[in-house]
C-alpha cells in the first residue's frame, strides 16, 4: 500500500498532479471552465496531501478555510490509471483527519455535475449535497456538499 504526505502547494509532485485536474476539468466543463478555474487556484494553499506507491505521486487533495467552522475540501484527483482502488477515499480521510487536529467541525466542497465519479466518493464518504454556497450560487453544474466531522 501506499503513503499520503503532508505537504503545500509548493509541492512539485501536487502541482503536477493538479495540472493533470485541471486538463480533466478543462474537458469535462468546455466553456464553463474559465468561470471555475478562478477559484481553483493553489498558489497558497497550506494544507495539501499527496498519496505515494513506490515512490510515484498517484493522488492528492488539499484543504482551505472556508469560515471559523470548516474547511473547504479542493483539488482532489487520481491518477485515472489507477482509480477504483480506494485511494480517493485515503486522501479524503487524511484531509478531514488534518481538519479536526486544526480544530475545523465540518467540511464543504463544490463539484460539477459532469464529475460523476467524485459525486460518488463523496456520497460515499458520507457527504450531504446542501444548497450551493457562494460563488457557486445558482451554477446549476455545481453540486456543494458538507459533513460534519
Known sequence: ??????????????????????????????????FYAQFNGIAVLKHCVVYYENGIALGCGALKRFDANSMEVKGMFVNPEVRGKGI??????????????????????????????????????????????PPYEGVANSVCFRKVL
Not at 502547494?9 to 464553463?32: Q, Y
Request: hydrophobic fraction near 40%.
Open 1 to 34: 500500500m501506499g503513503r499520503i504526505i503532508r505537504t503545500d502547494s509548493s509541492n512539485t509532485d501536487f502541482r503536477a498532479l493538479v495540472a493533470l485536474l485541471d486538463e480533466d476539468l478543462a474537458l469535462r466543463d468546455g466553456e464553463d471552465n474559465a
Open 88 to 133: 480517493a477515499s485515503l486522501l479524503l480521510v487524511a484531509l478531514e483527519n488534518w481538519a479536526k487536529e486544526l480544530g475545523y467541525e465540518q467540511c464543504v466542497l463544490e463539484t460539477g455535475l459532469r464529475q460523476p465519479e467524485a459525486i460518488a466518493l463523496y456520497k460515499k464518504n458520507k457527504y450531504n449535497i446542501i444548497p450551493n454556497y
